[in-house]
């Protein structure tokens, strides 16, 4: 079976690098693609085939891995794939259900941990009446695939519920240290945190290495944690903030201090063009 990836960032060539161990052929479509994407899919073994259309003729399941705010446009531009298509992205309930109209035959896929490397890392949940044939195709792989049900929308569920607190809450940390730096008294926060929670400081300090590097692809994922809420009738406030926390931290370069990334997010008009 040949597995095409849409389209190679840093978790989809690691998810493509996995898939090569069991021996499957993994294609990608380098046409309108930055070198960098080039170089990751090379790195991790995928056979460019040139186009999109090509990929799509040429495998017989097509794995989406890509920015949530483009999920359904990627998914969009595969209409009429008469193979197994496979969102795996941070998507909410809903638009992971406009996702399978789209498509003759769906699996719904939630991602949580890093780009596997090694085993016990990062699992991936499925759903959809075919999410069982999408998991054996990672058995004995670094990917531990489980399957959460065969309504599609539900490994998306478990994905929204999941990131609505690790990154939801970074970005409270964040929030709460800019504010601290604002008024002057971060140094009095830092030393509080000390004594009563100490493993704050800390993670702040990494939430905002995060946020630099991939801040800008987590406001959608934000939103589509907003949306979520919403038709759970549940408060989306929290999670609109969050992504504009995200937009401003992810302003400043990669290699910004805390400092400048808590100025960022203080400024308003700072944001990612």
Excluded at 174 to 191: D, H, M
């Amino acid at each position: 079976m040949e597995v095409g990836l849409l389209h190679p960032g840093e978790m989809g060539a690691a998810i493509g690098a996995a898939l090569r161990t069991r021996g499957k052929k993994v294609l990608w479509a380098s046409a309108g693609r930055s070198r960098a994407t080039a170089a990751r899919a090379e790195a991790a073994g995928l056979t460019d085939v040139g186009d999109v259309g090509e990929l799509r003729s040429s495998c017989e399941v097509l794995l989406s891995v890509c920015p949530p705010h483009a999920a359904v446009d990627v998914a969009r531009q595969s209409k009429g794939f008469a193979g197994l298509y496979v969102d795996a992205n941070a998507v909410s309930p809903a638009s992971a259900r406009a996702i399978a109209r789209l498509v003759d035959r769906f699996v719904d896929g939630g991602i949580i941990g890093p780009p596997p490397q090694t085993p016990g890392t990062t699992r991936v949940y499925l759903s959809g009446g075919e999410a069982g044939l999408v998991a054996e195709l990672f058995a004995g792989t670094v990917v531990d695939a489980r399957v959460v049900s065969e309504e599609p929308g539900v490994a998306s569920a478990l994905k929204m519920s999941y990131a609505s607190w690790t990154k939801g809450s970074s970005a409270l940390l964040l929030a709460a240290r800019a504010l601290a730096q604002a008024e002057g008294v971060e140094a009095a926060l830092l030393e509080e945190w000390r004594l009563s929670l100490p493993q704050l400081a800390d993670r702040s300090a990494a939430a905002g290495r995060s946020a630099l590097r991939k801040g800008w692809r987590w406001v959608g994922e934000m939103e589509e944690i907003a949306a979520s809420y919403a038709a759970a009738g549940l408060p989306e406030g929290f999670h609109h903030a969050a992504g504009e926390i995200y937009q401003r931290a992810s302003a400043d370069p990669p290699d910004a201090t805390m400092e400048q990334v808590l100025a960022a997010i203080r400024d308003s008009h700072r944001v990612r063009e």
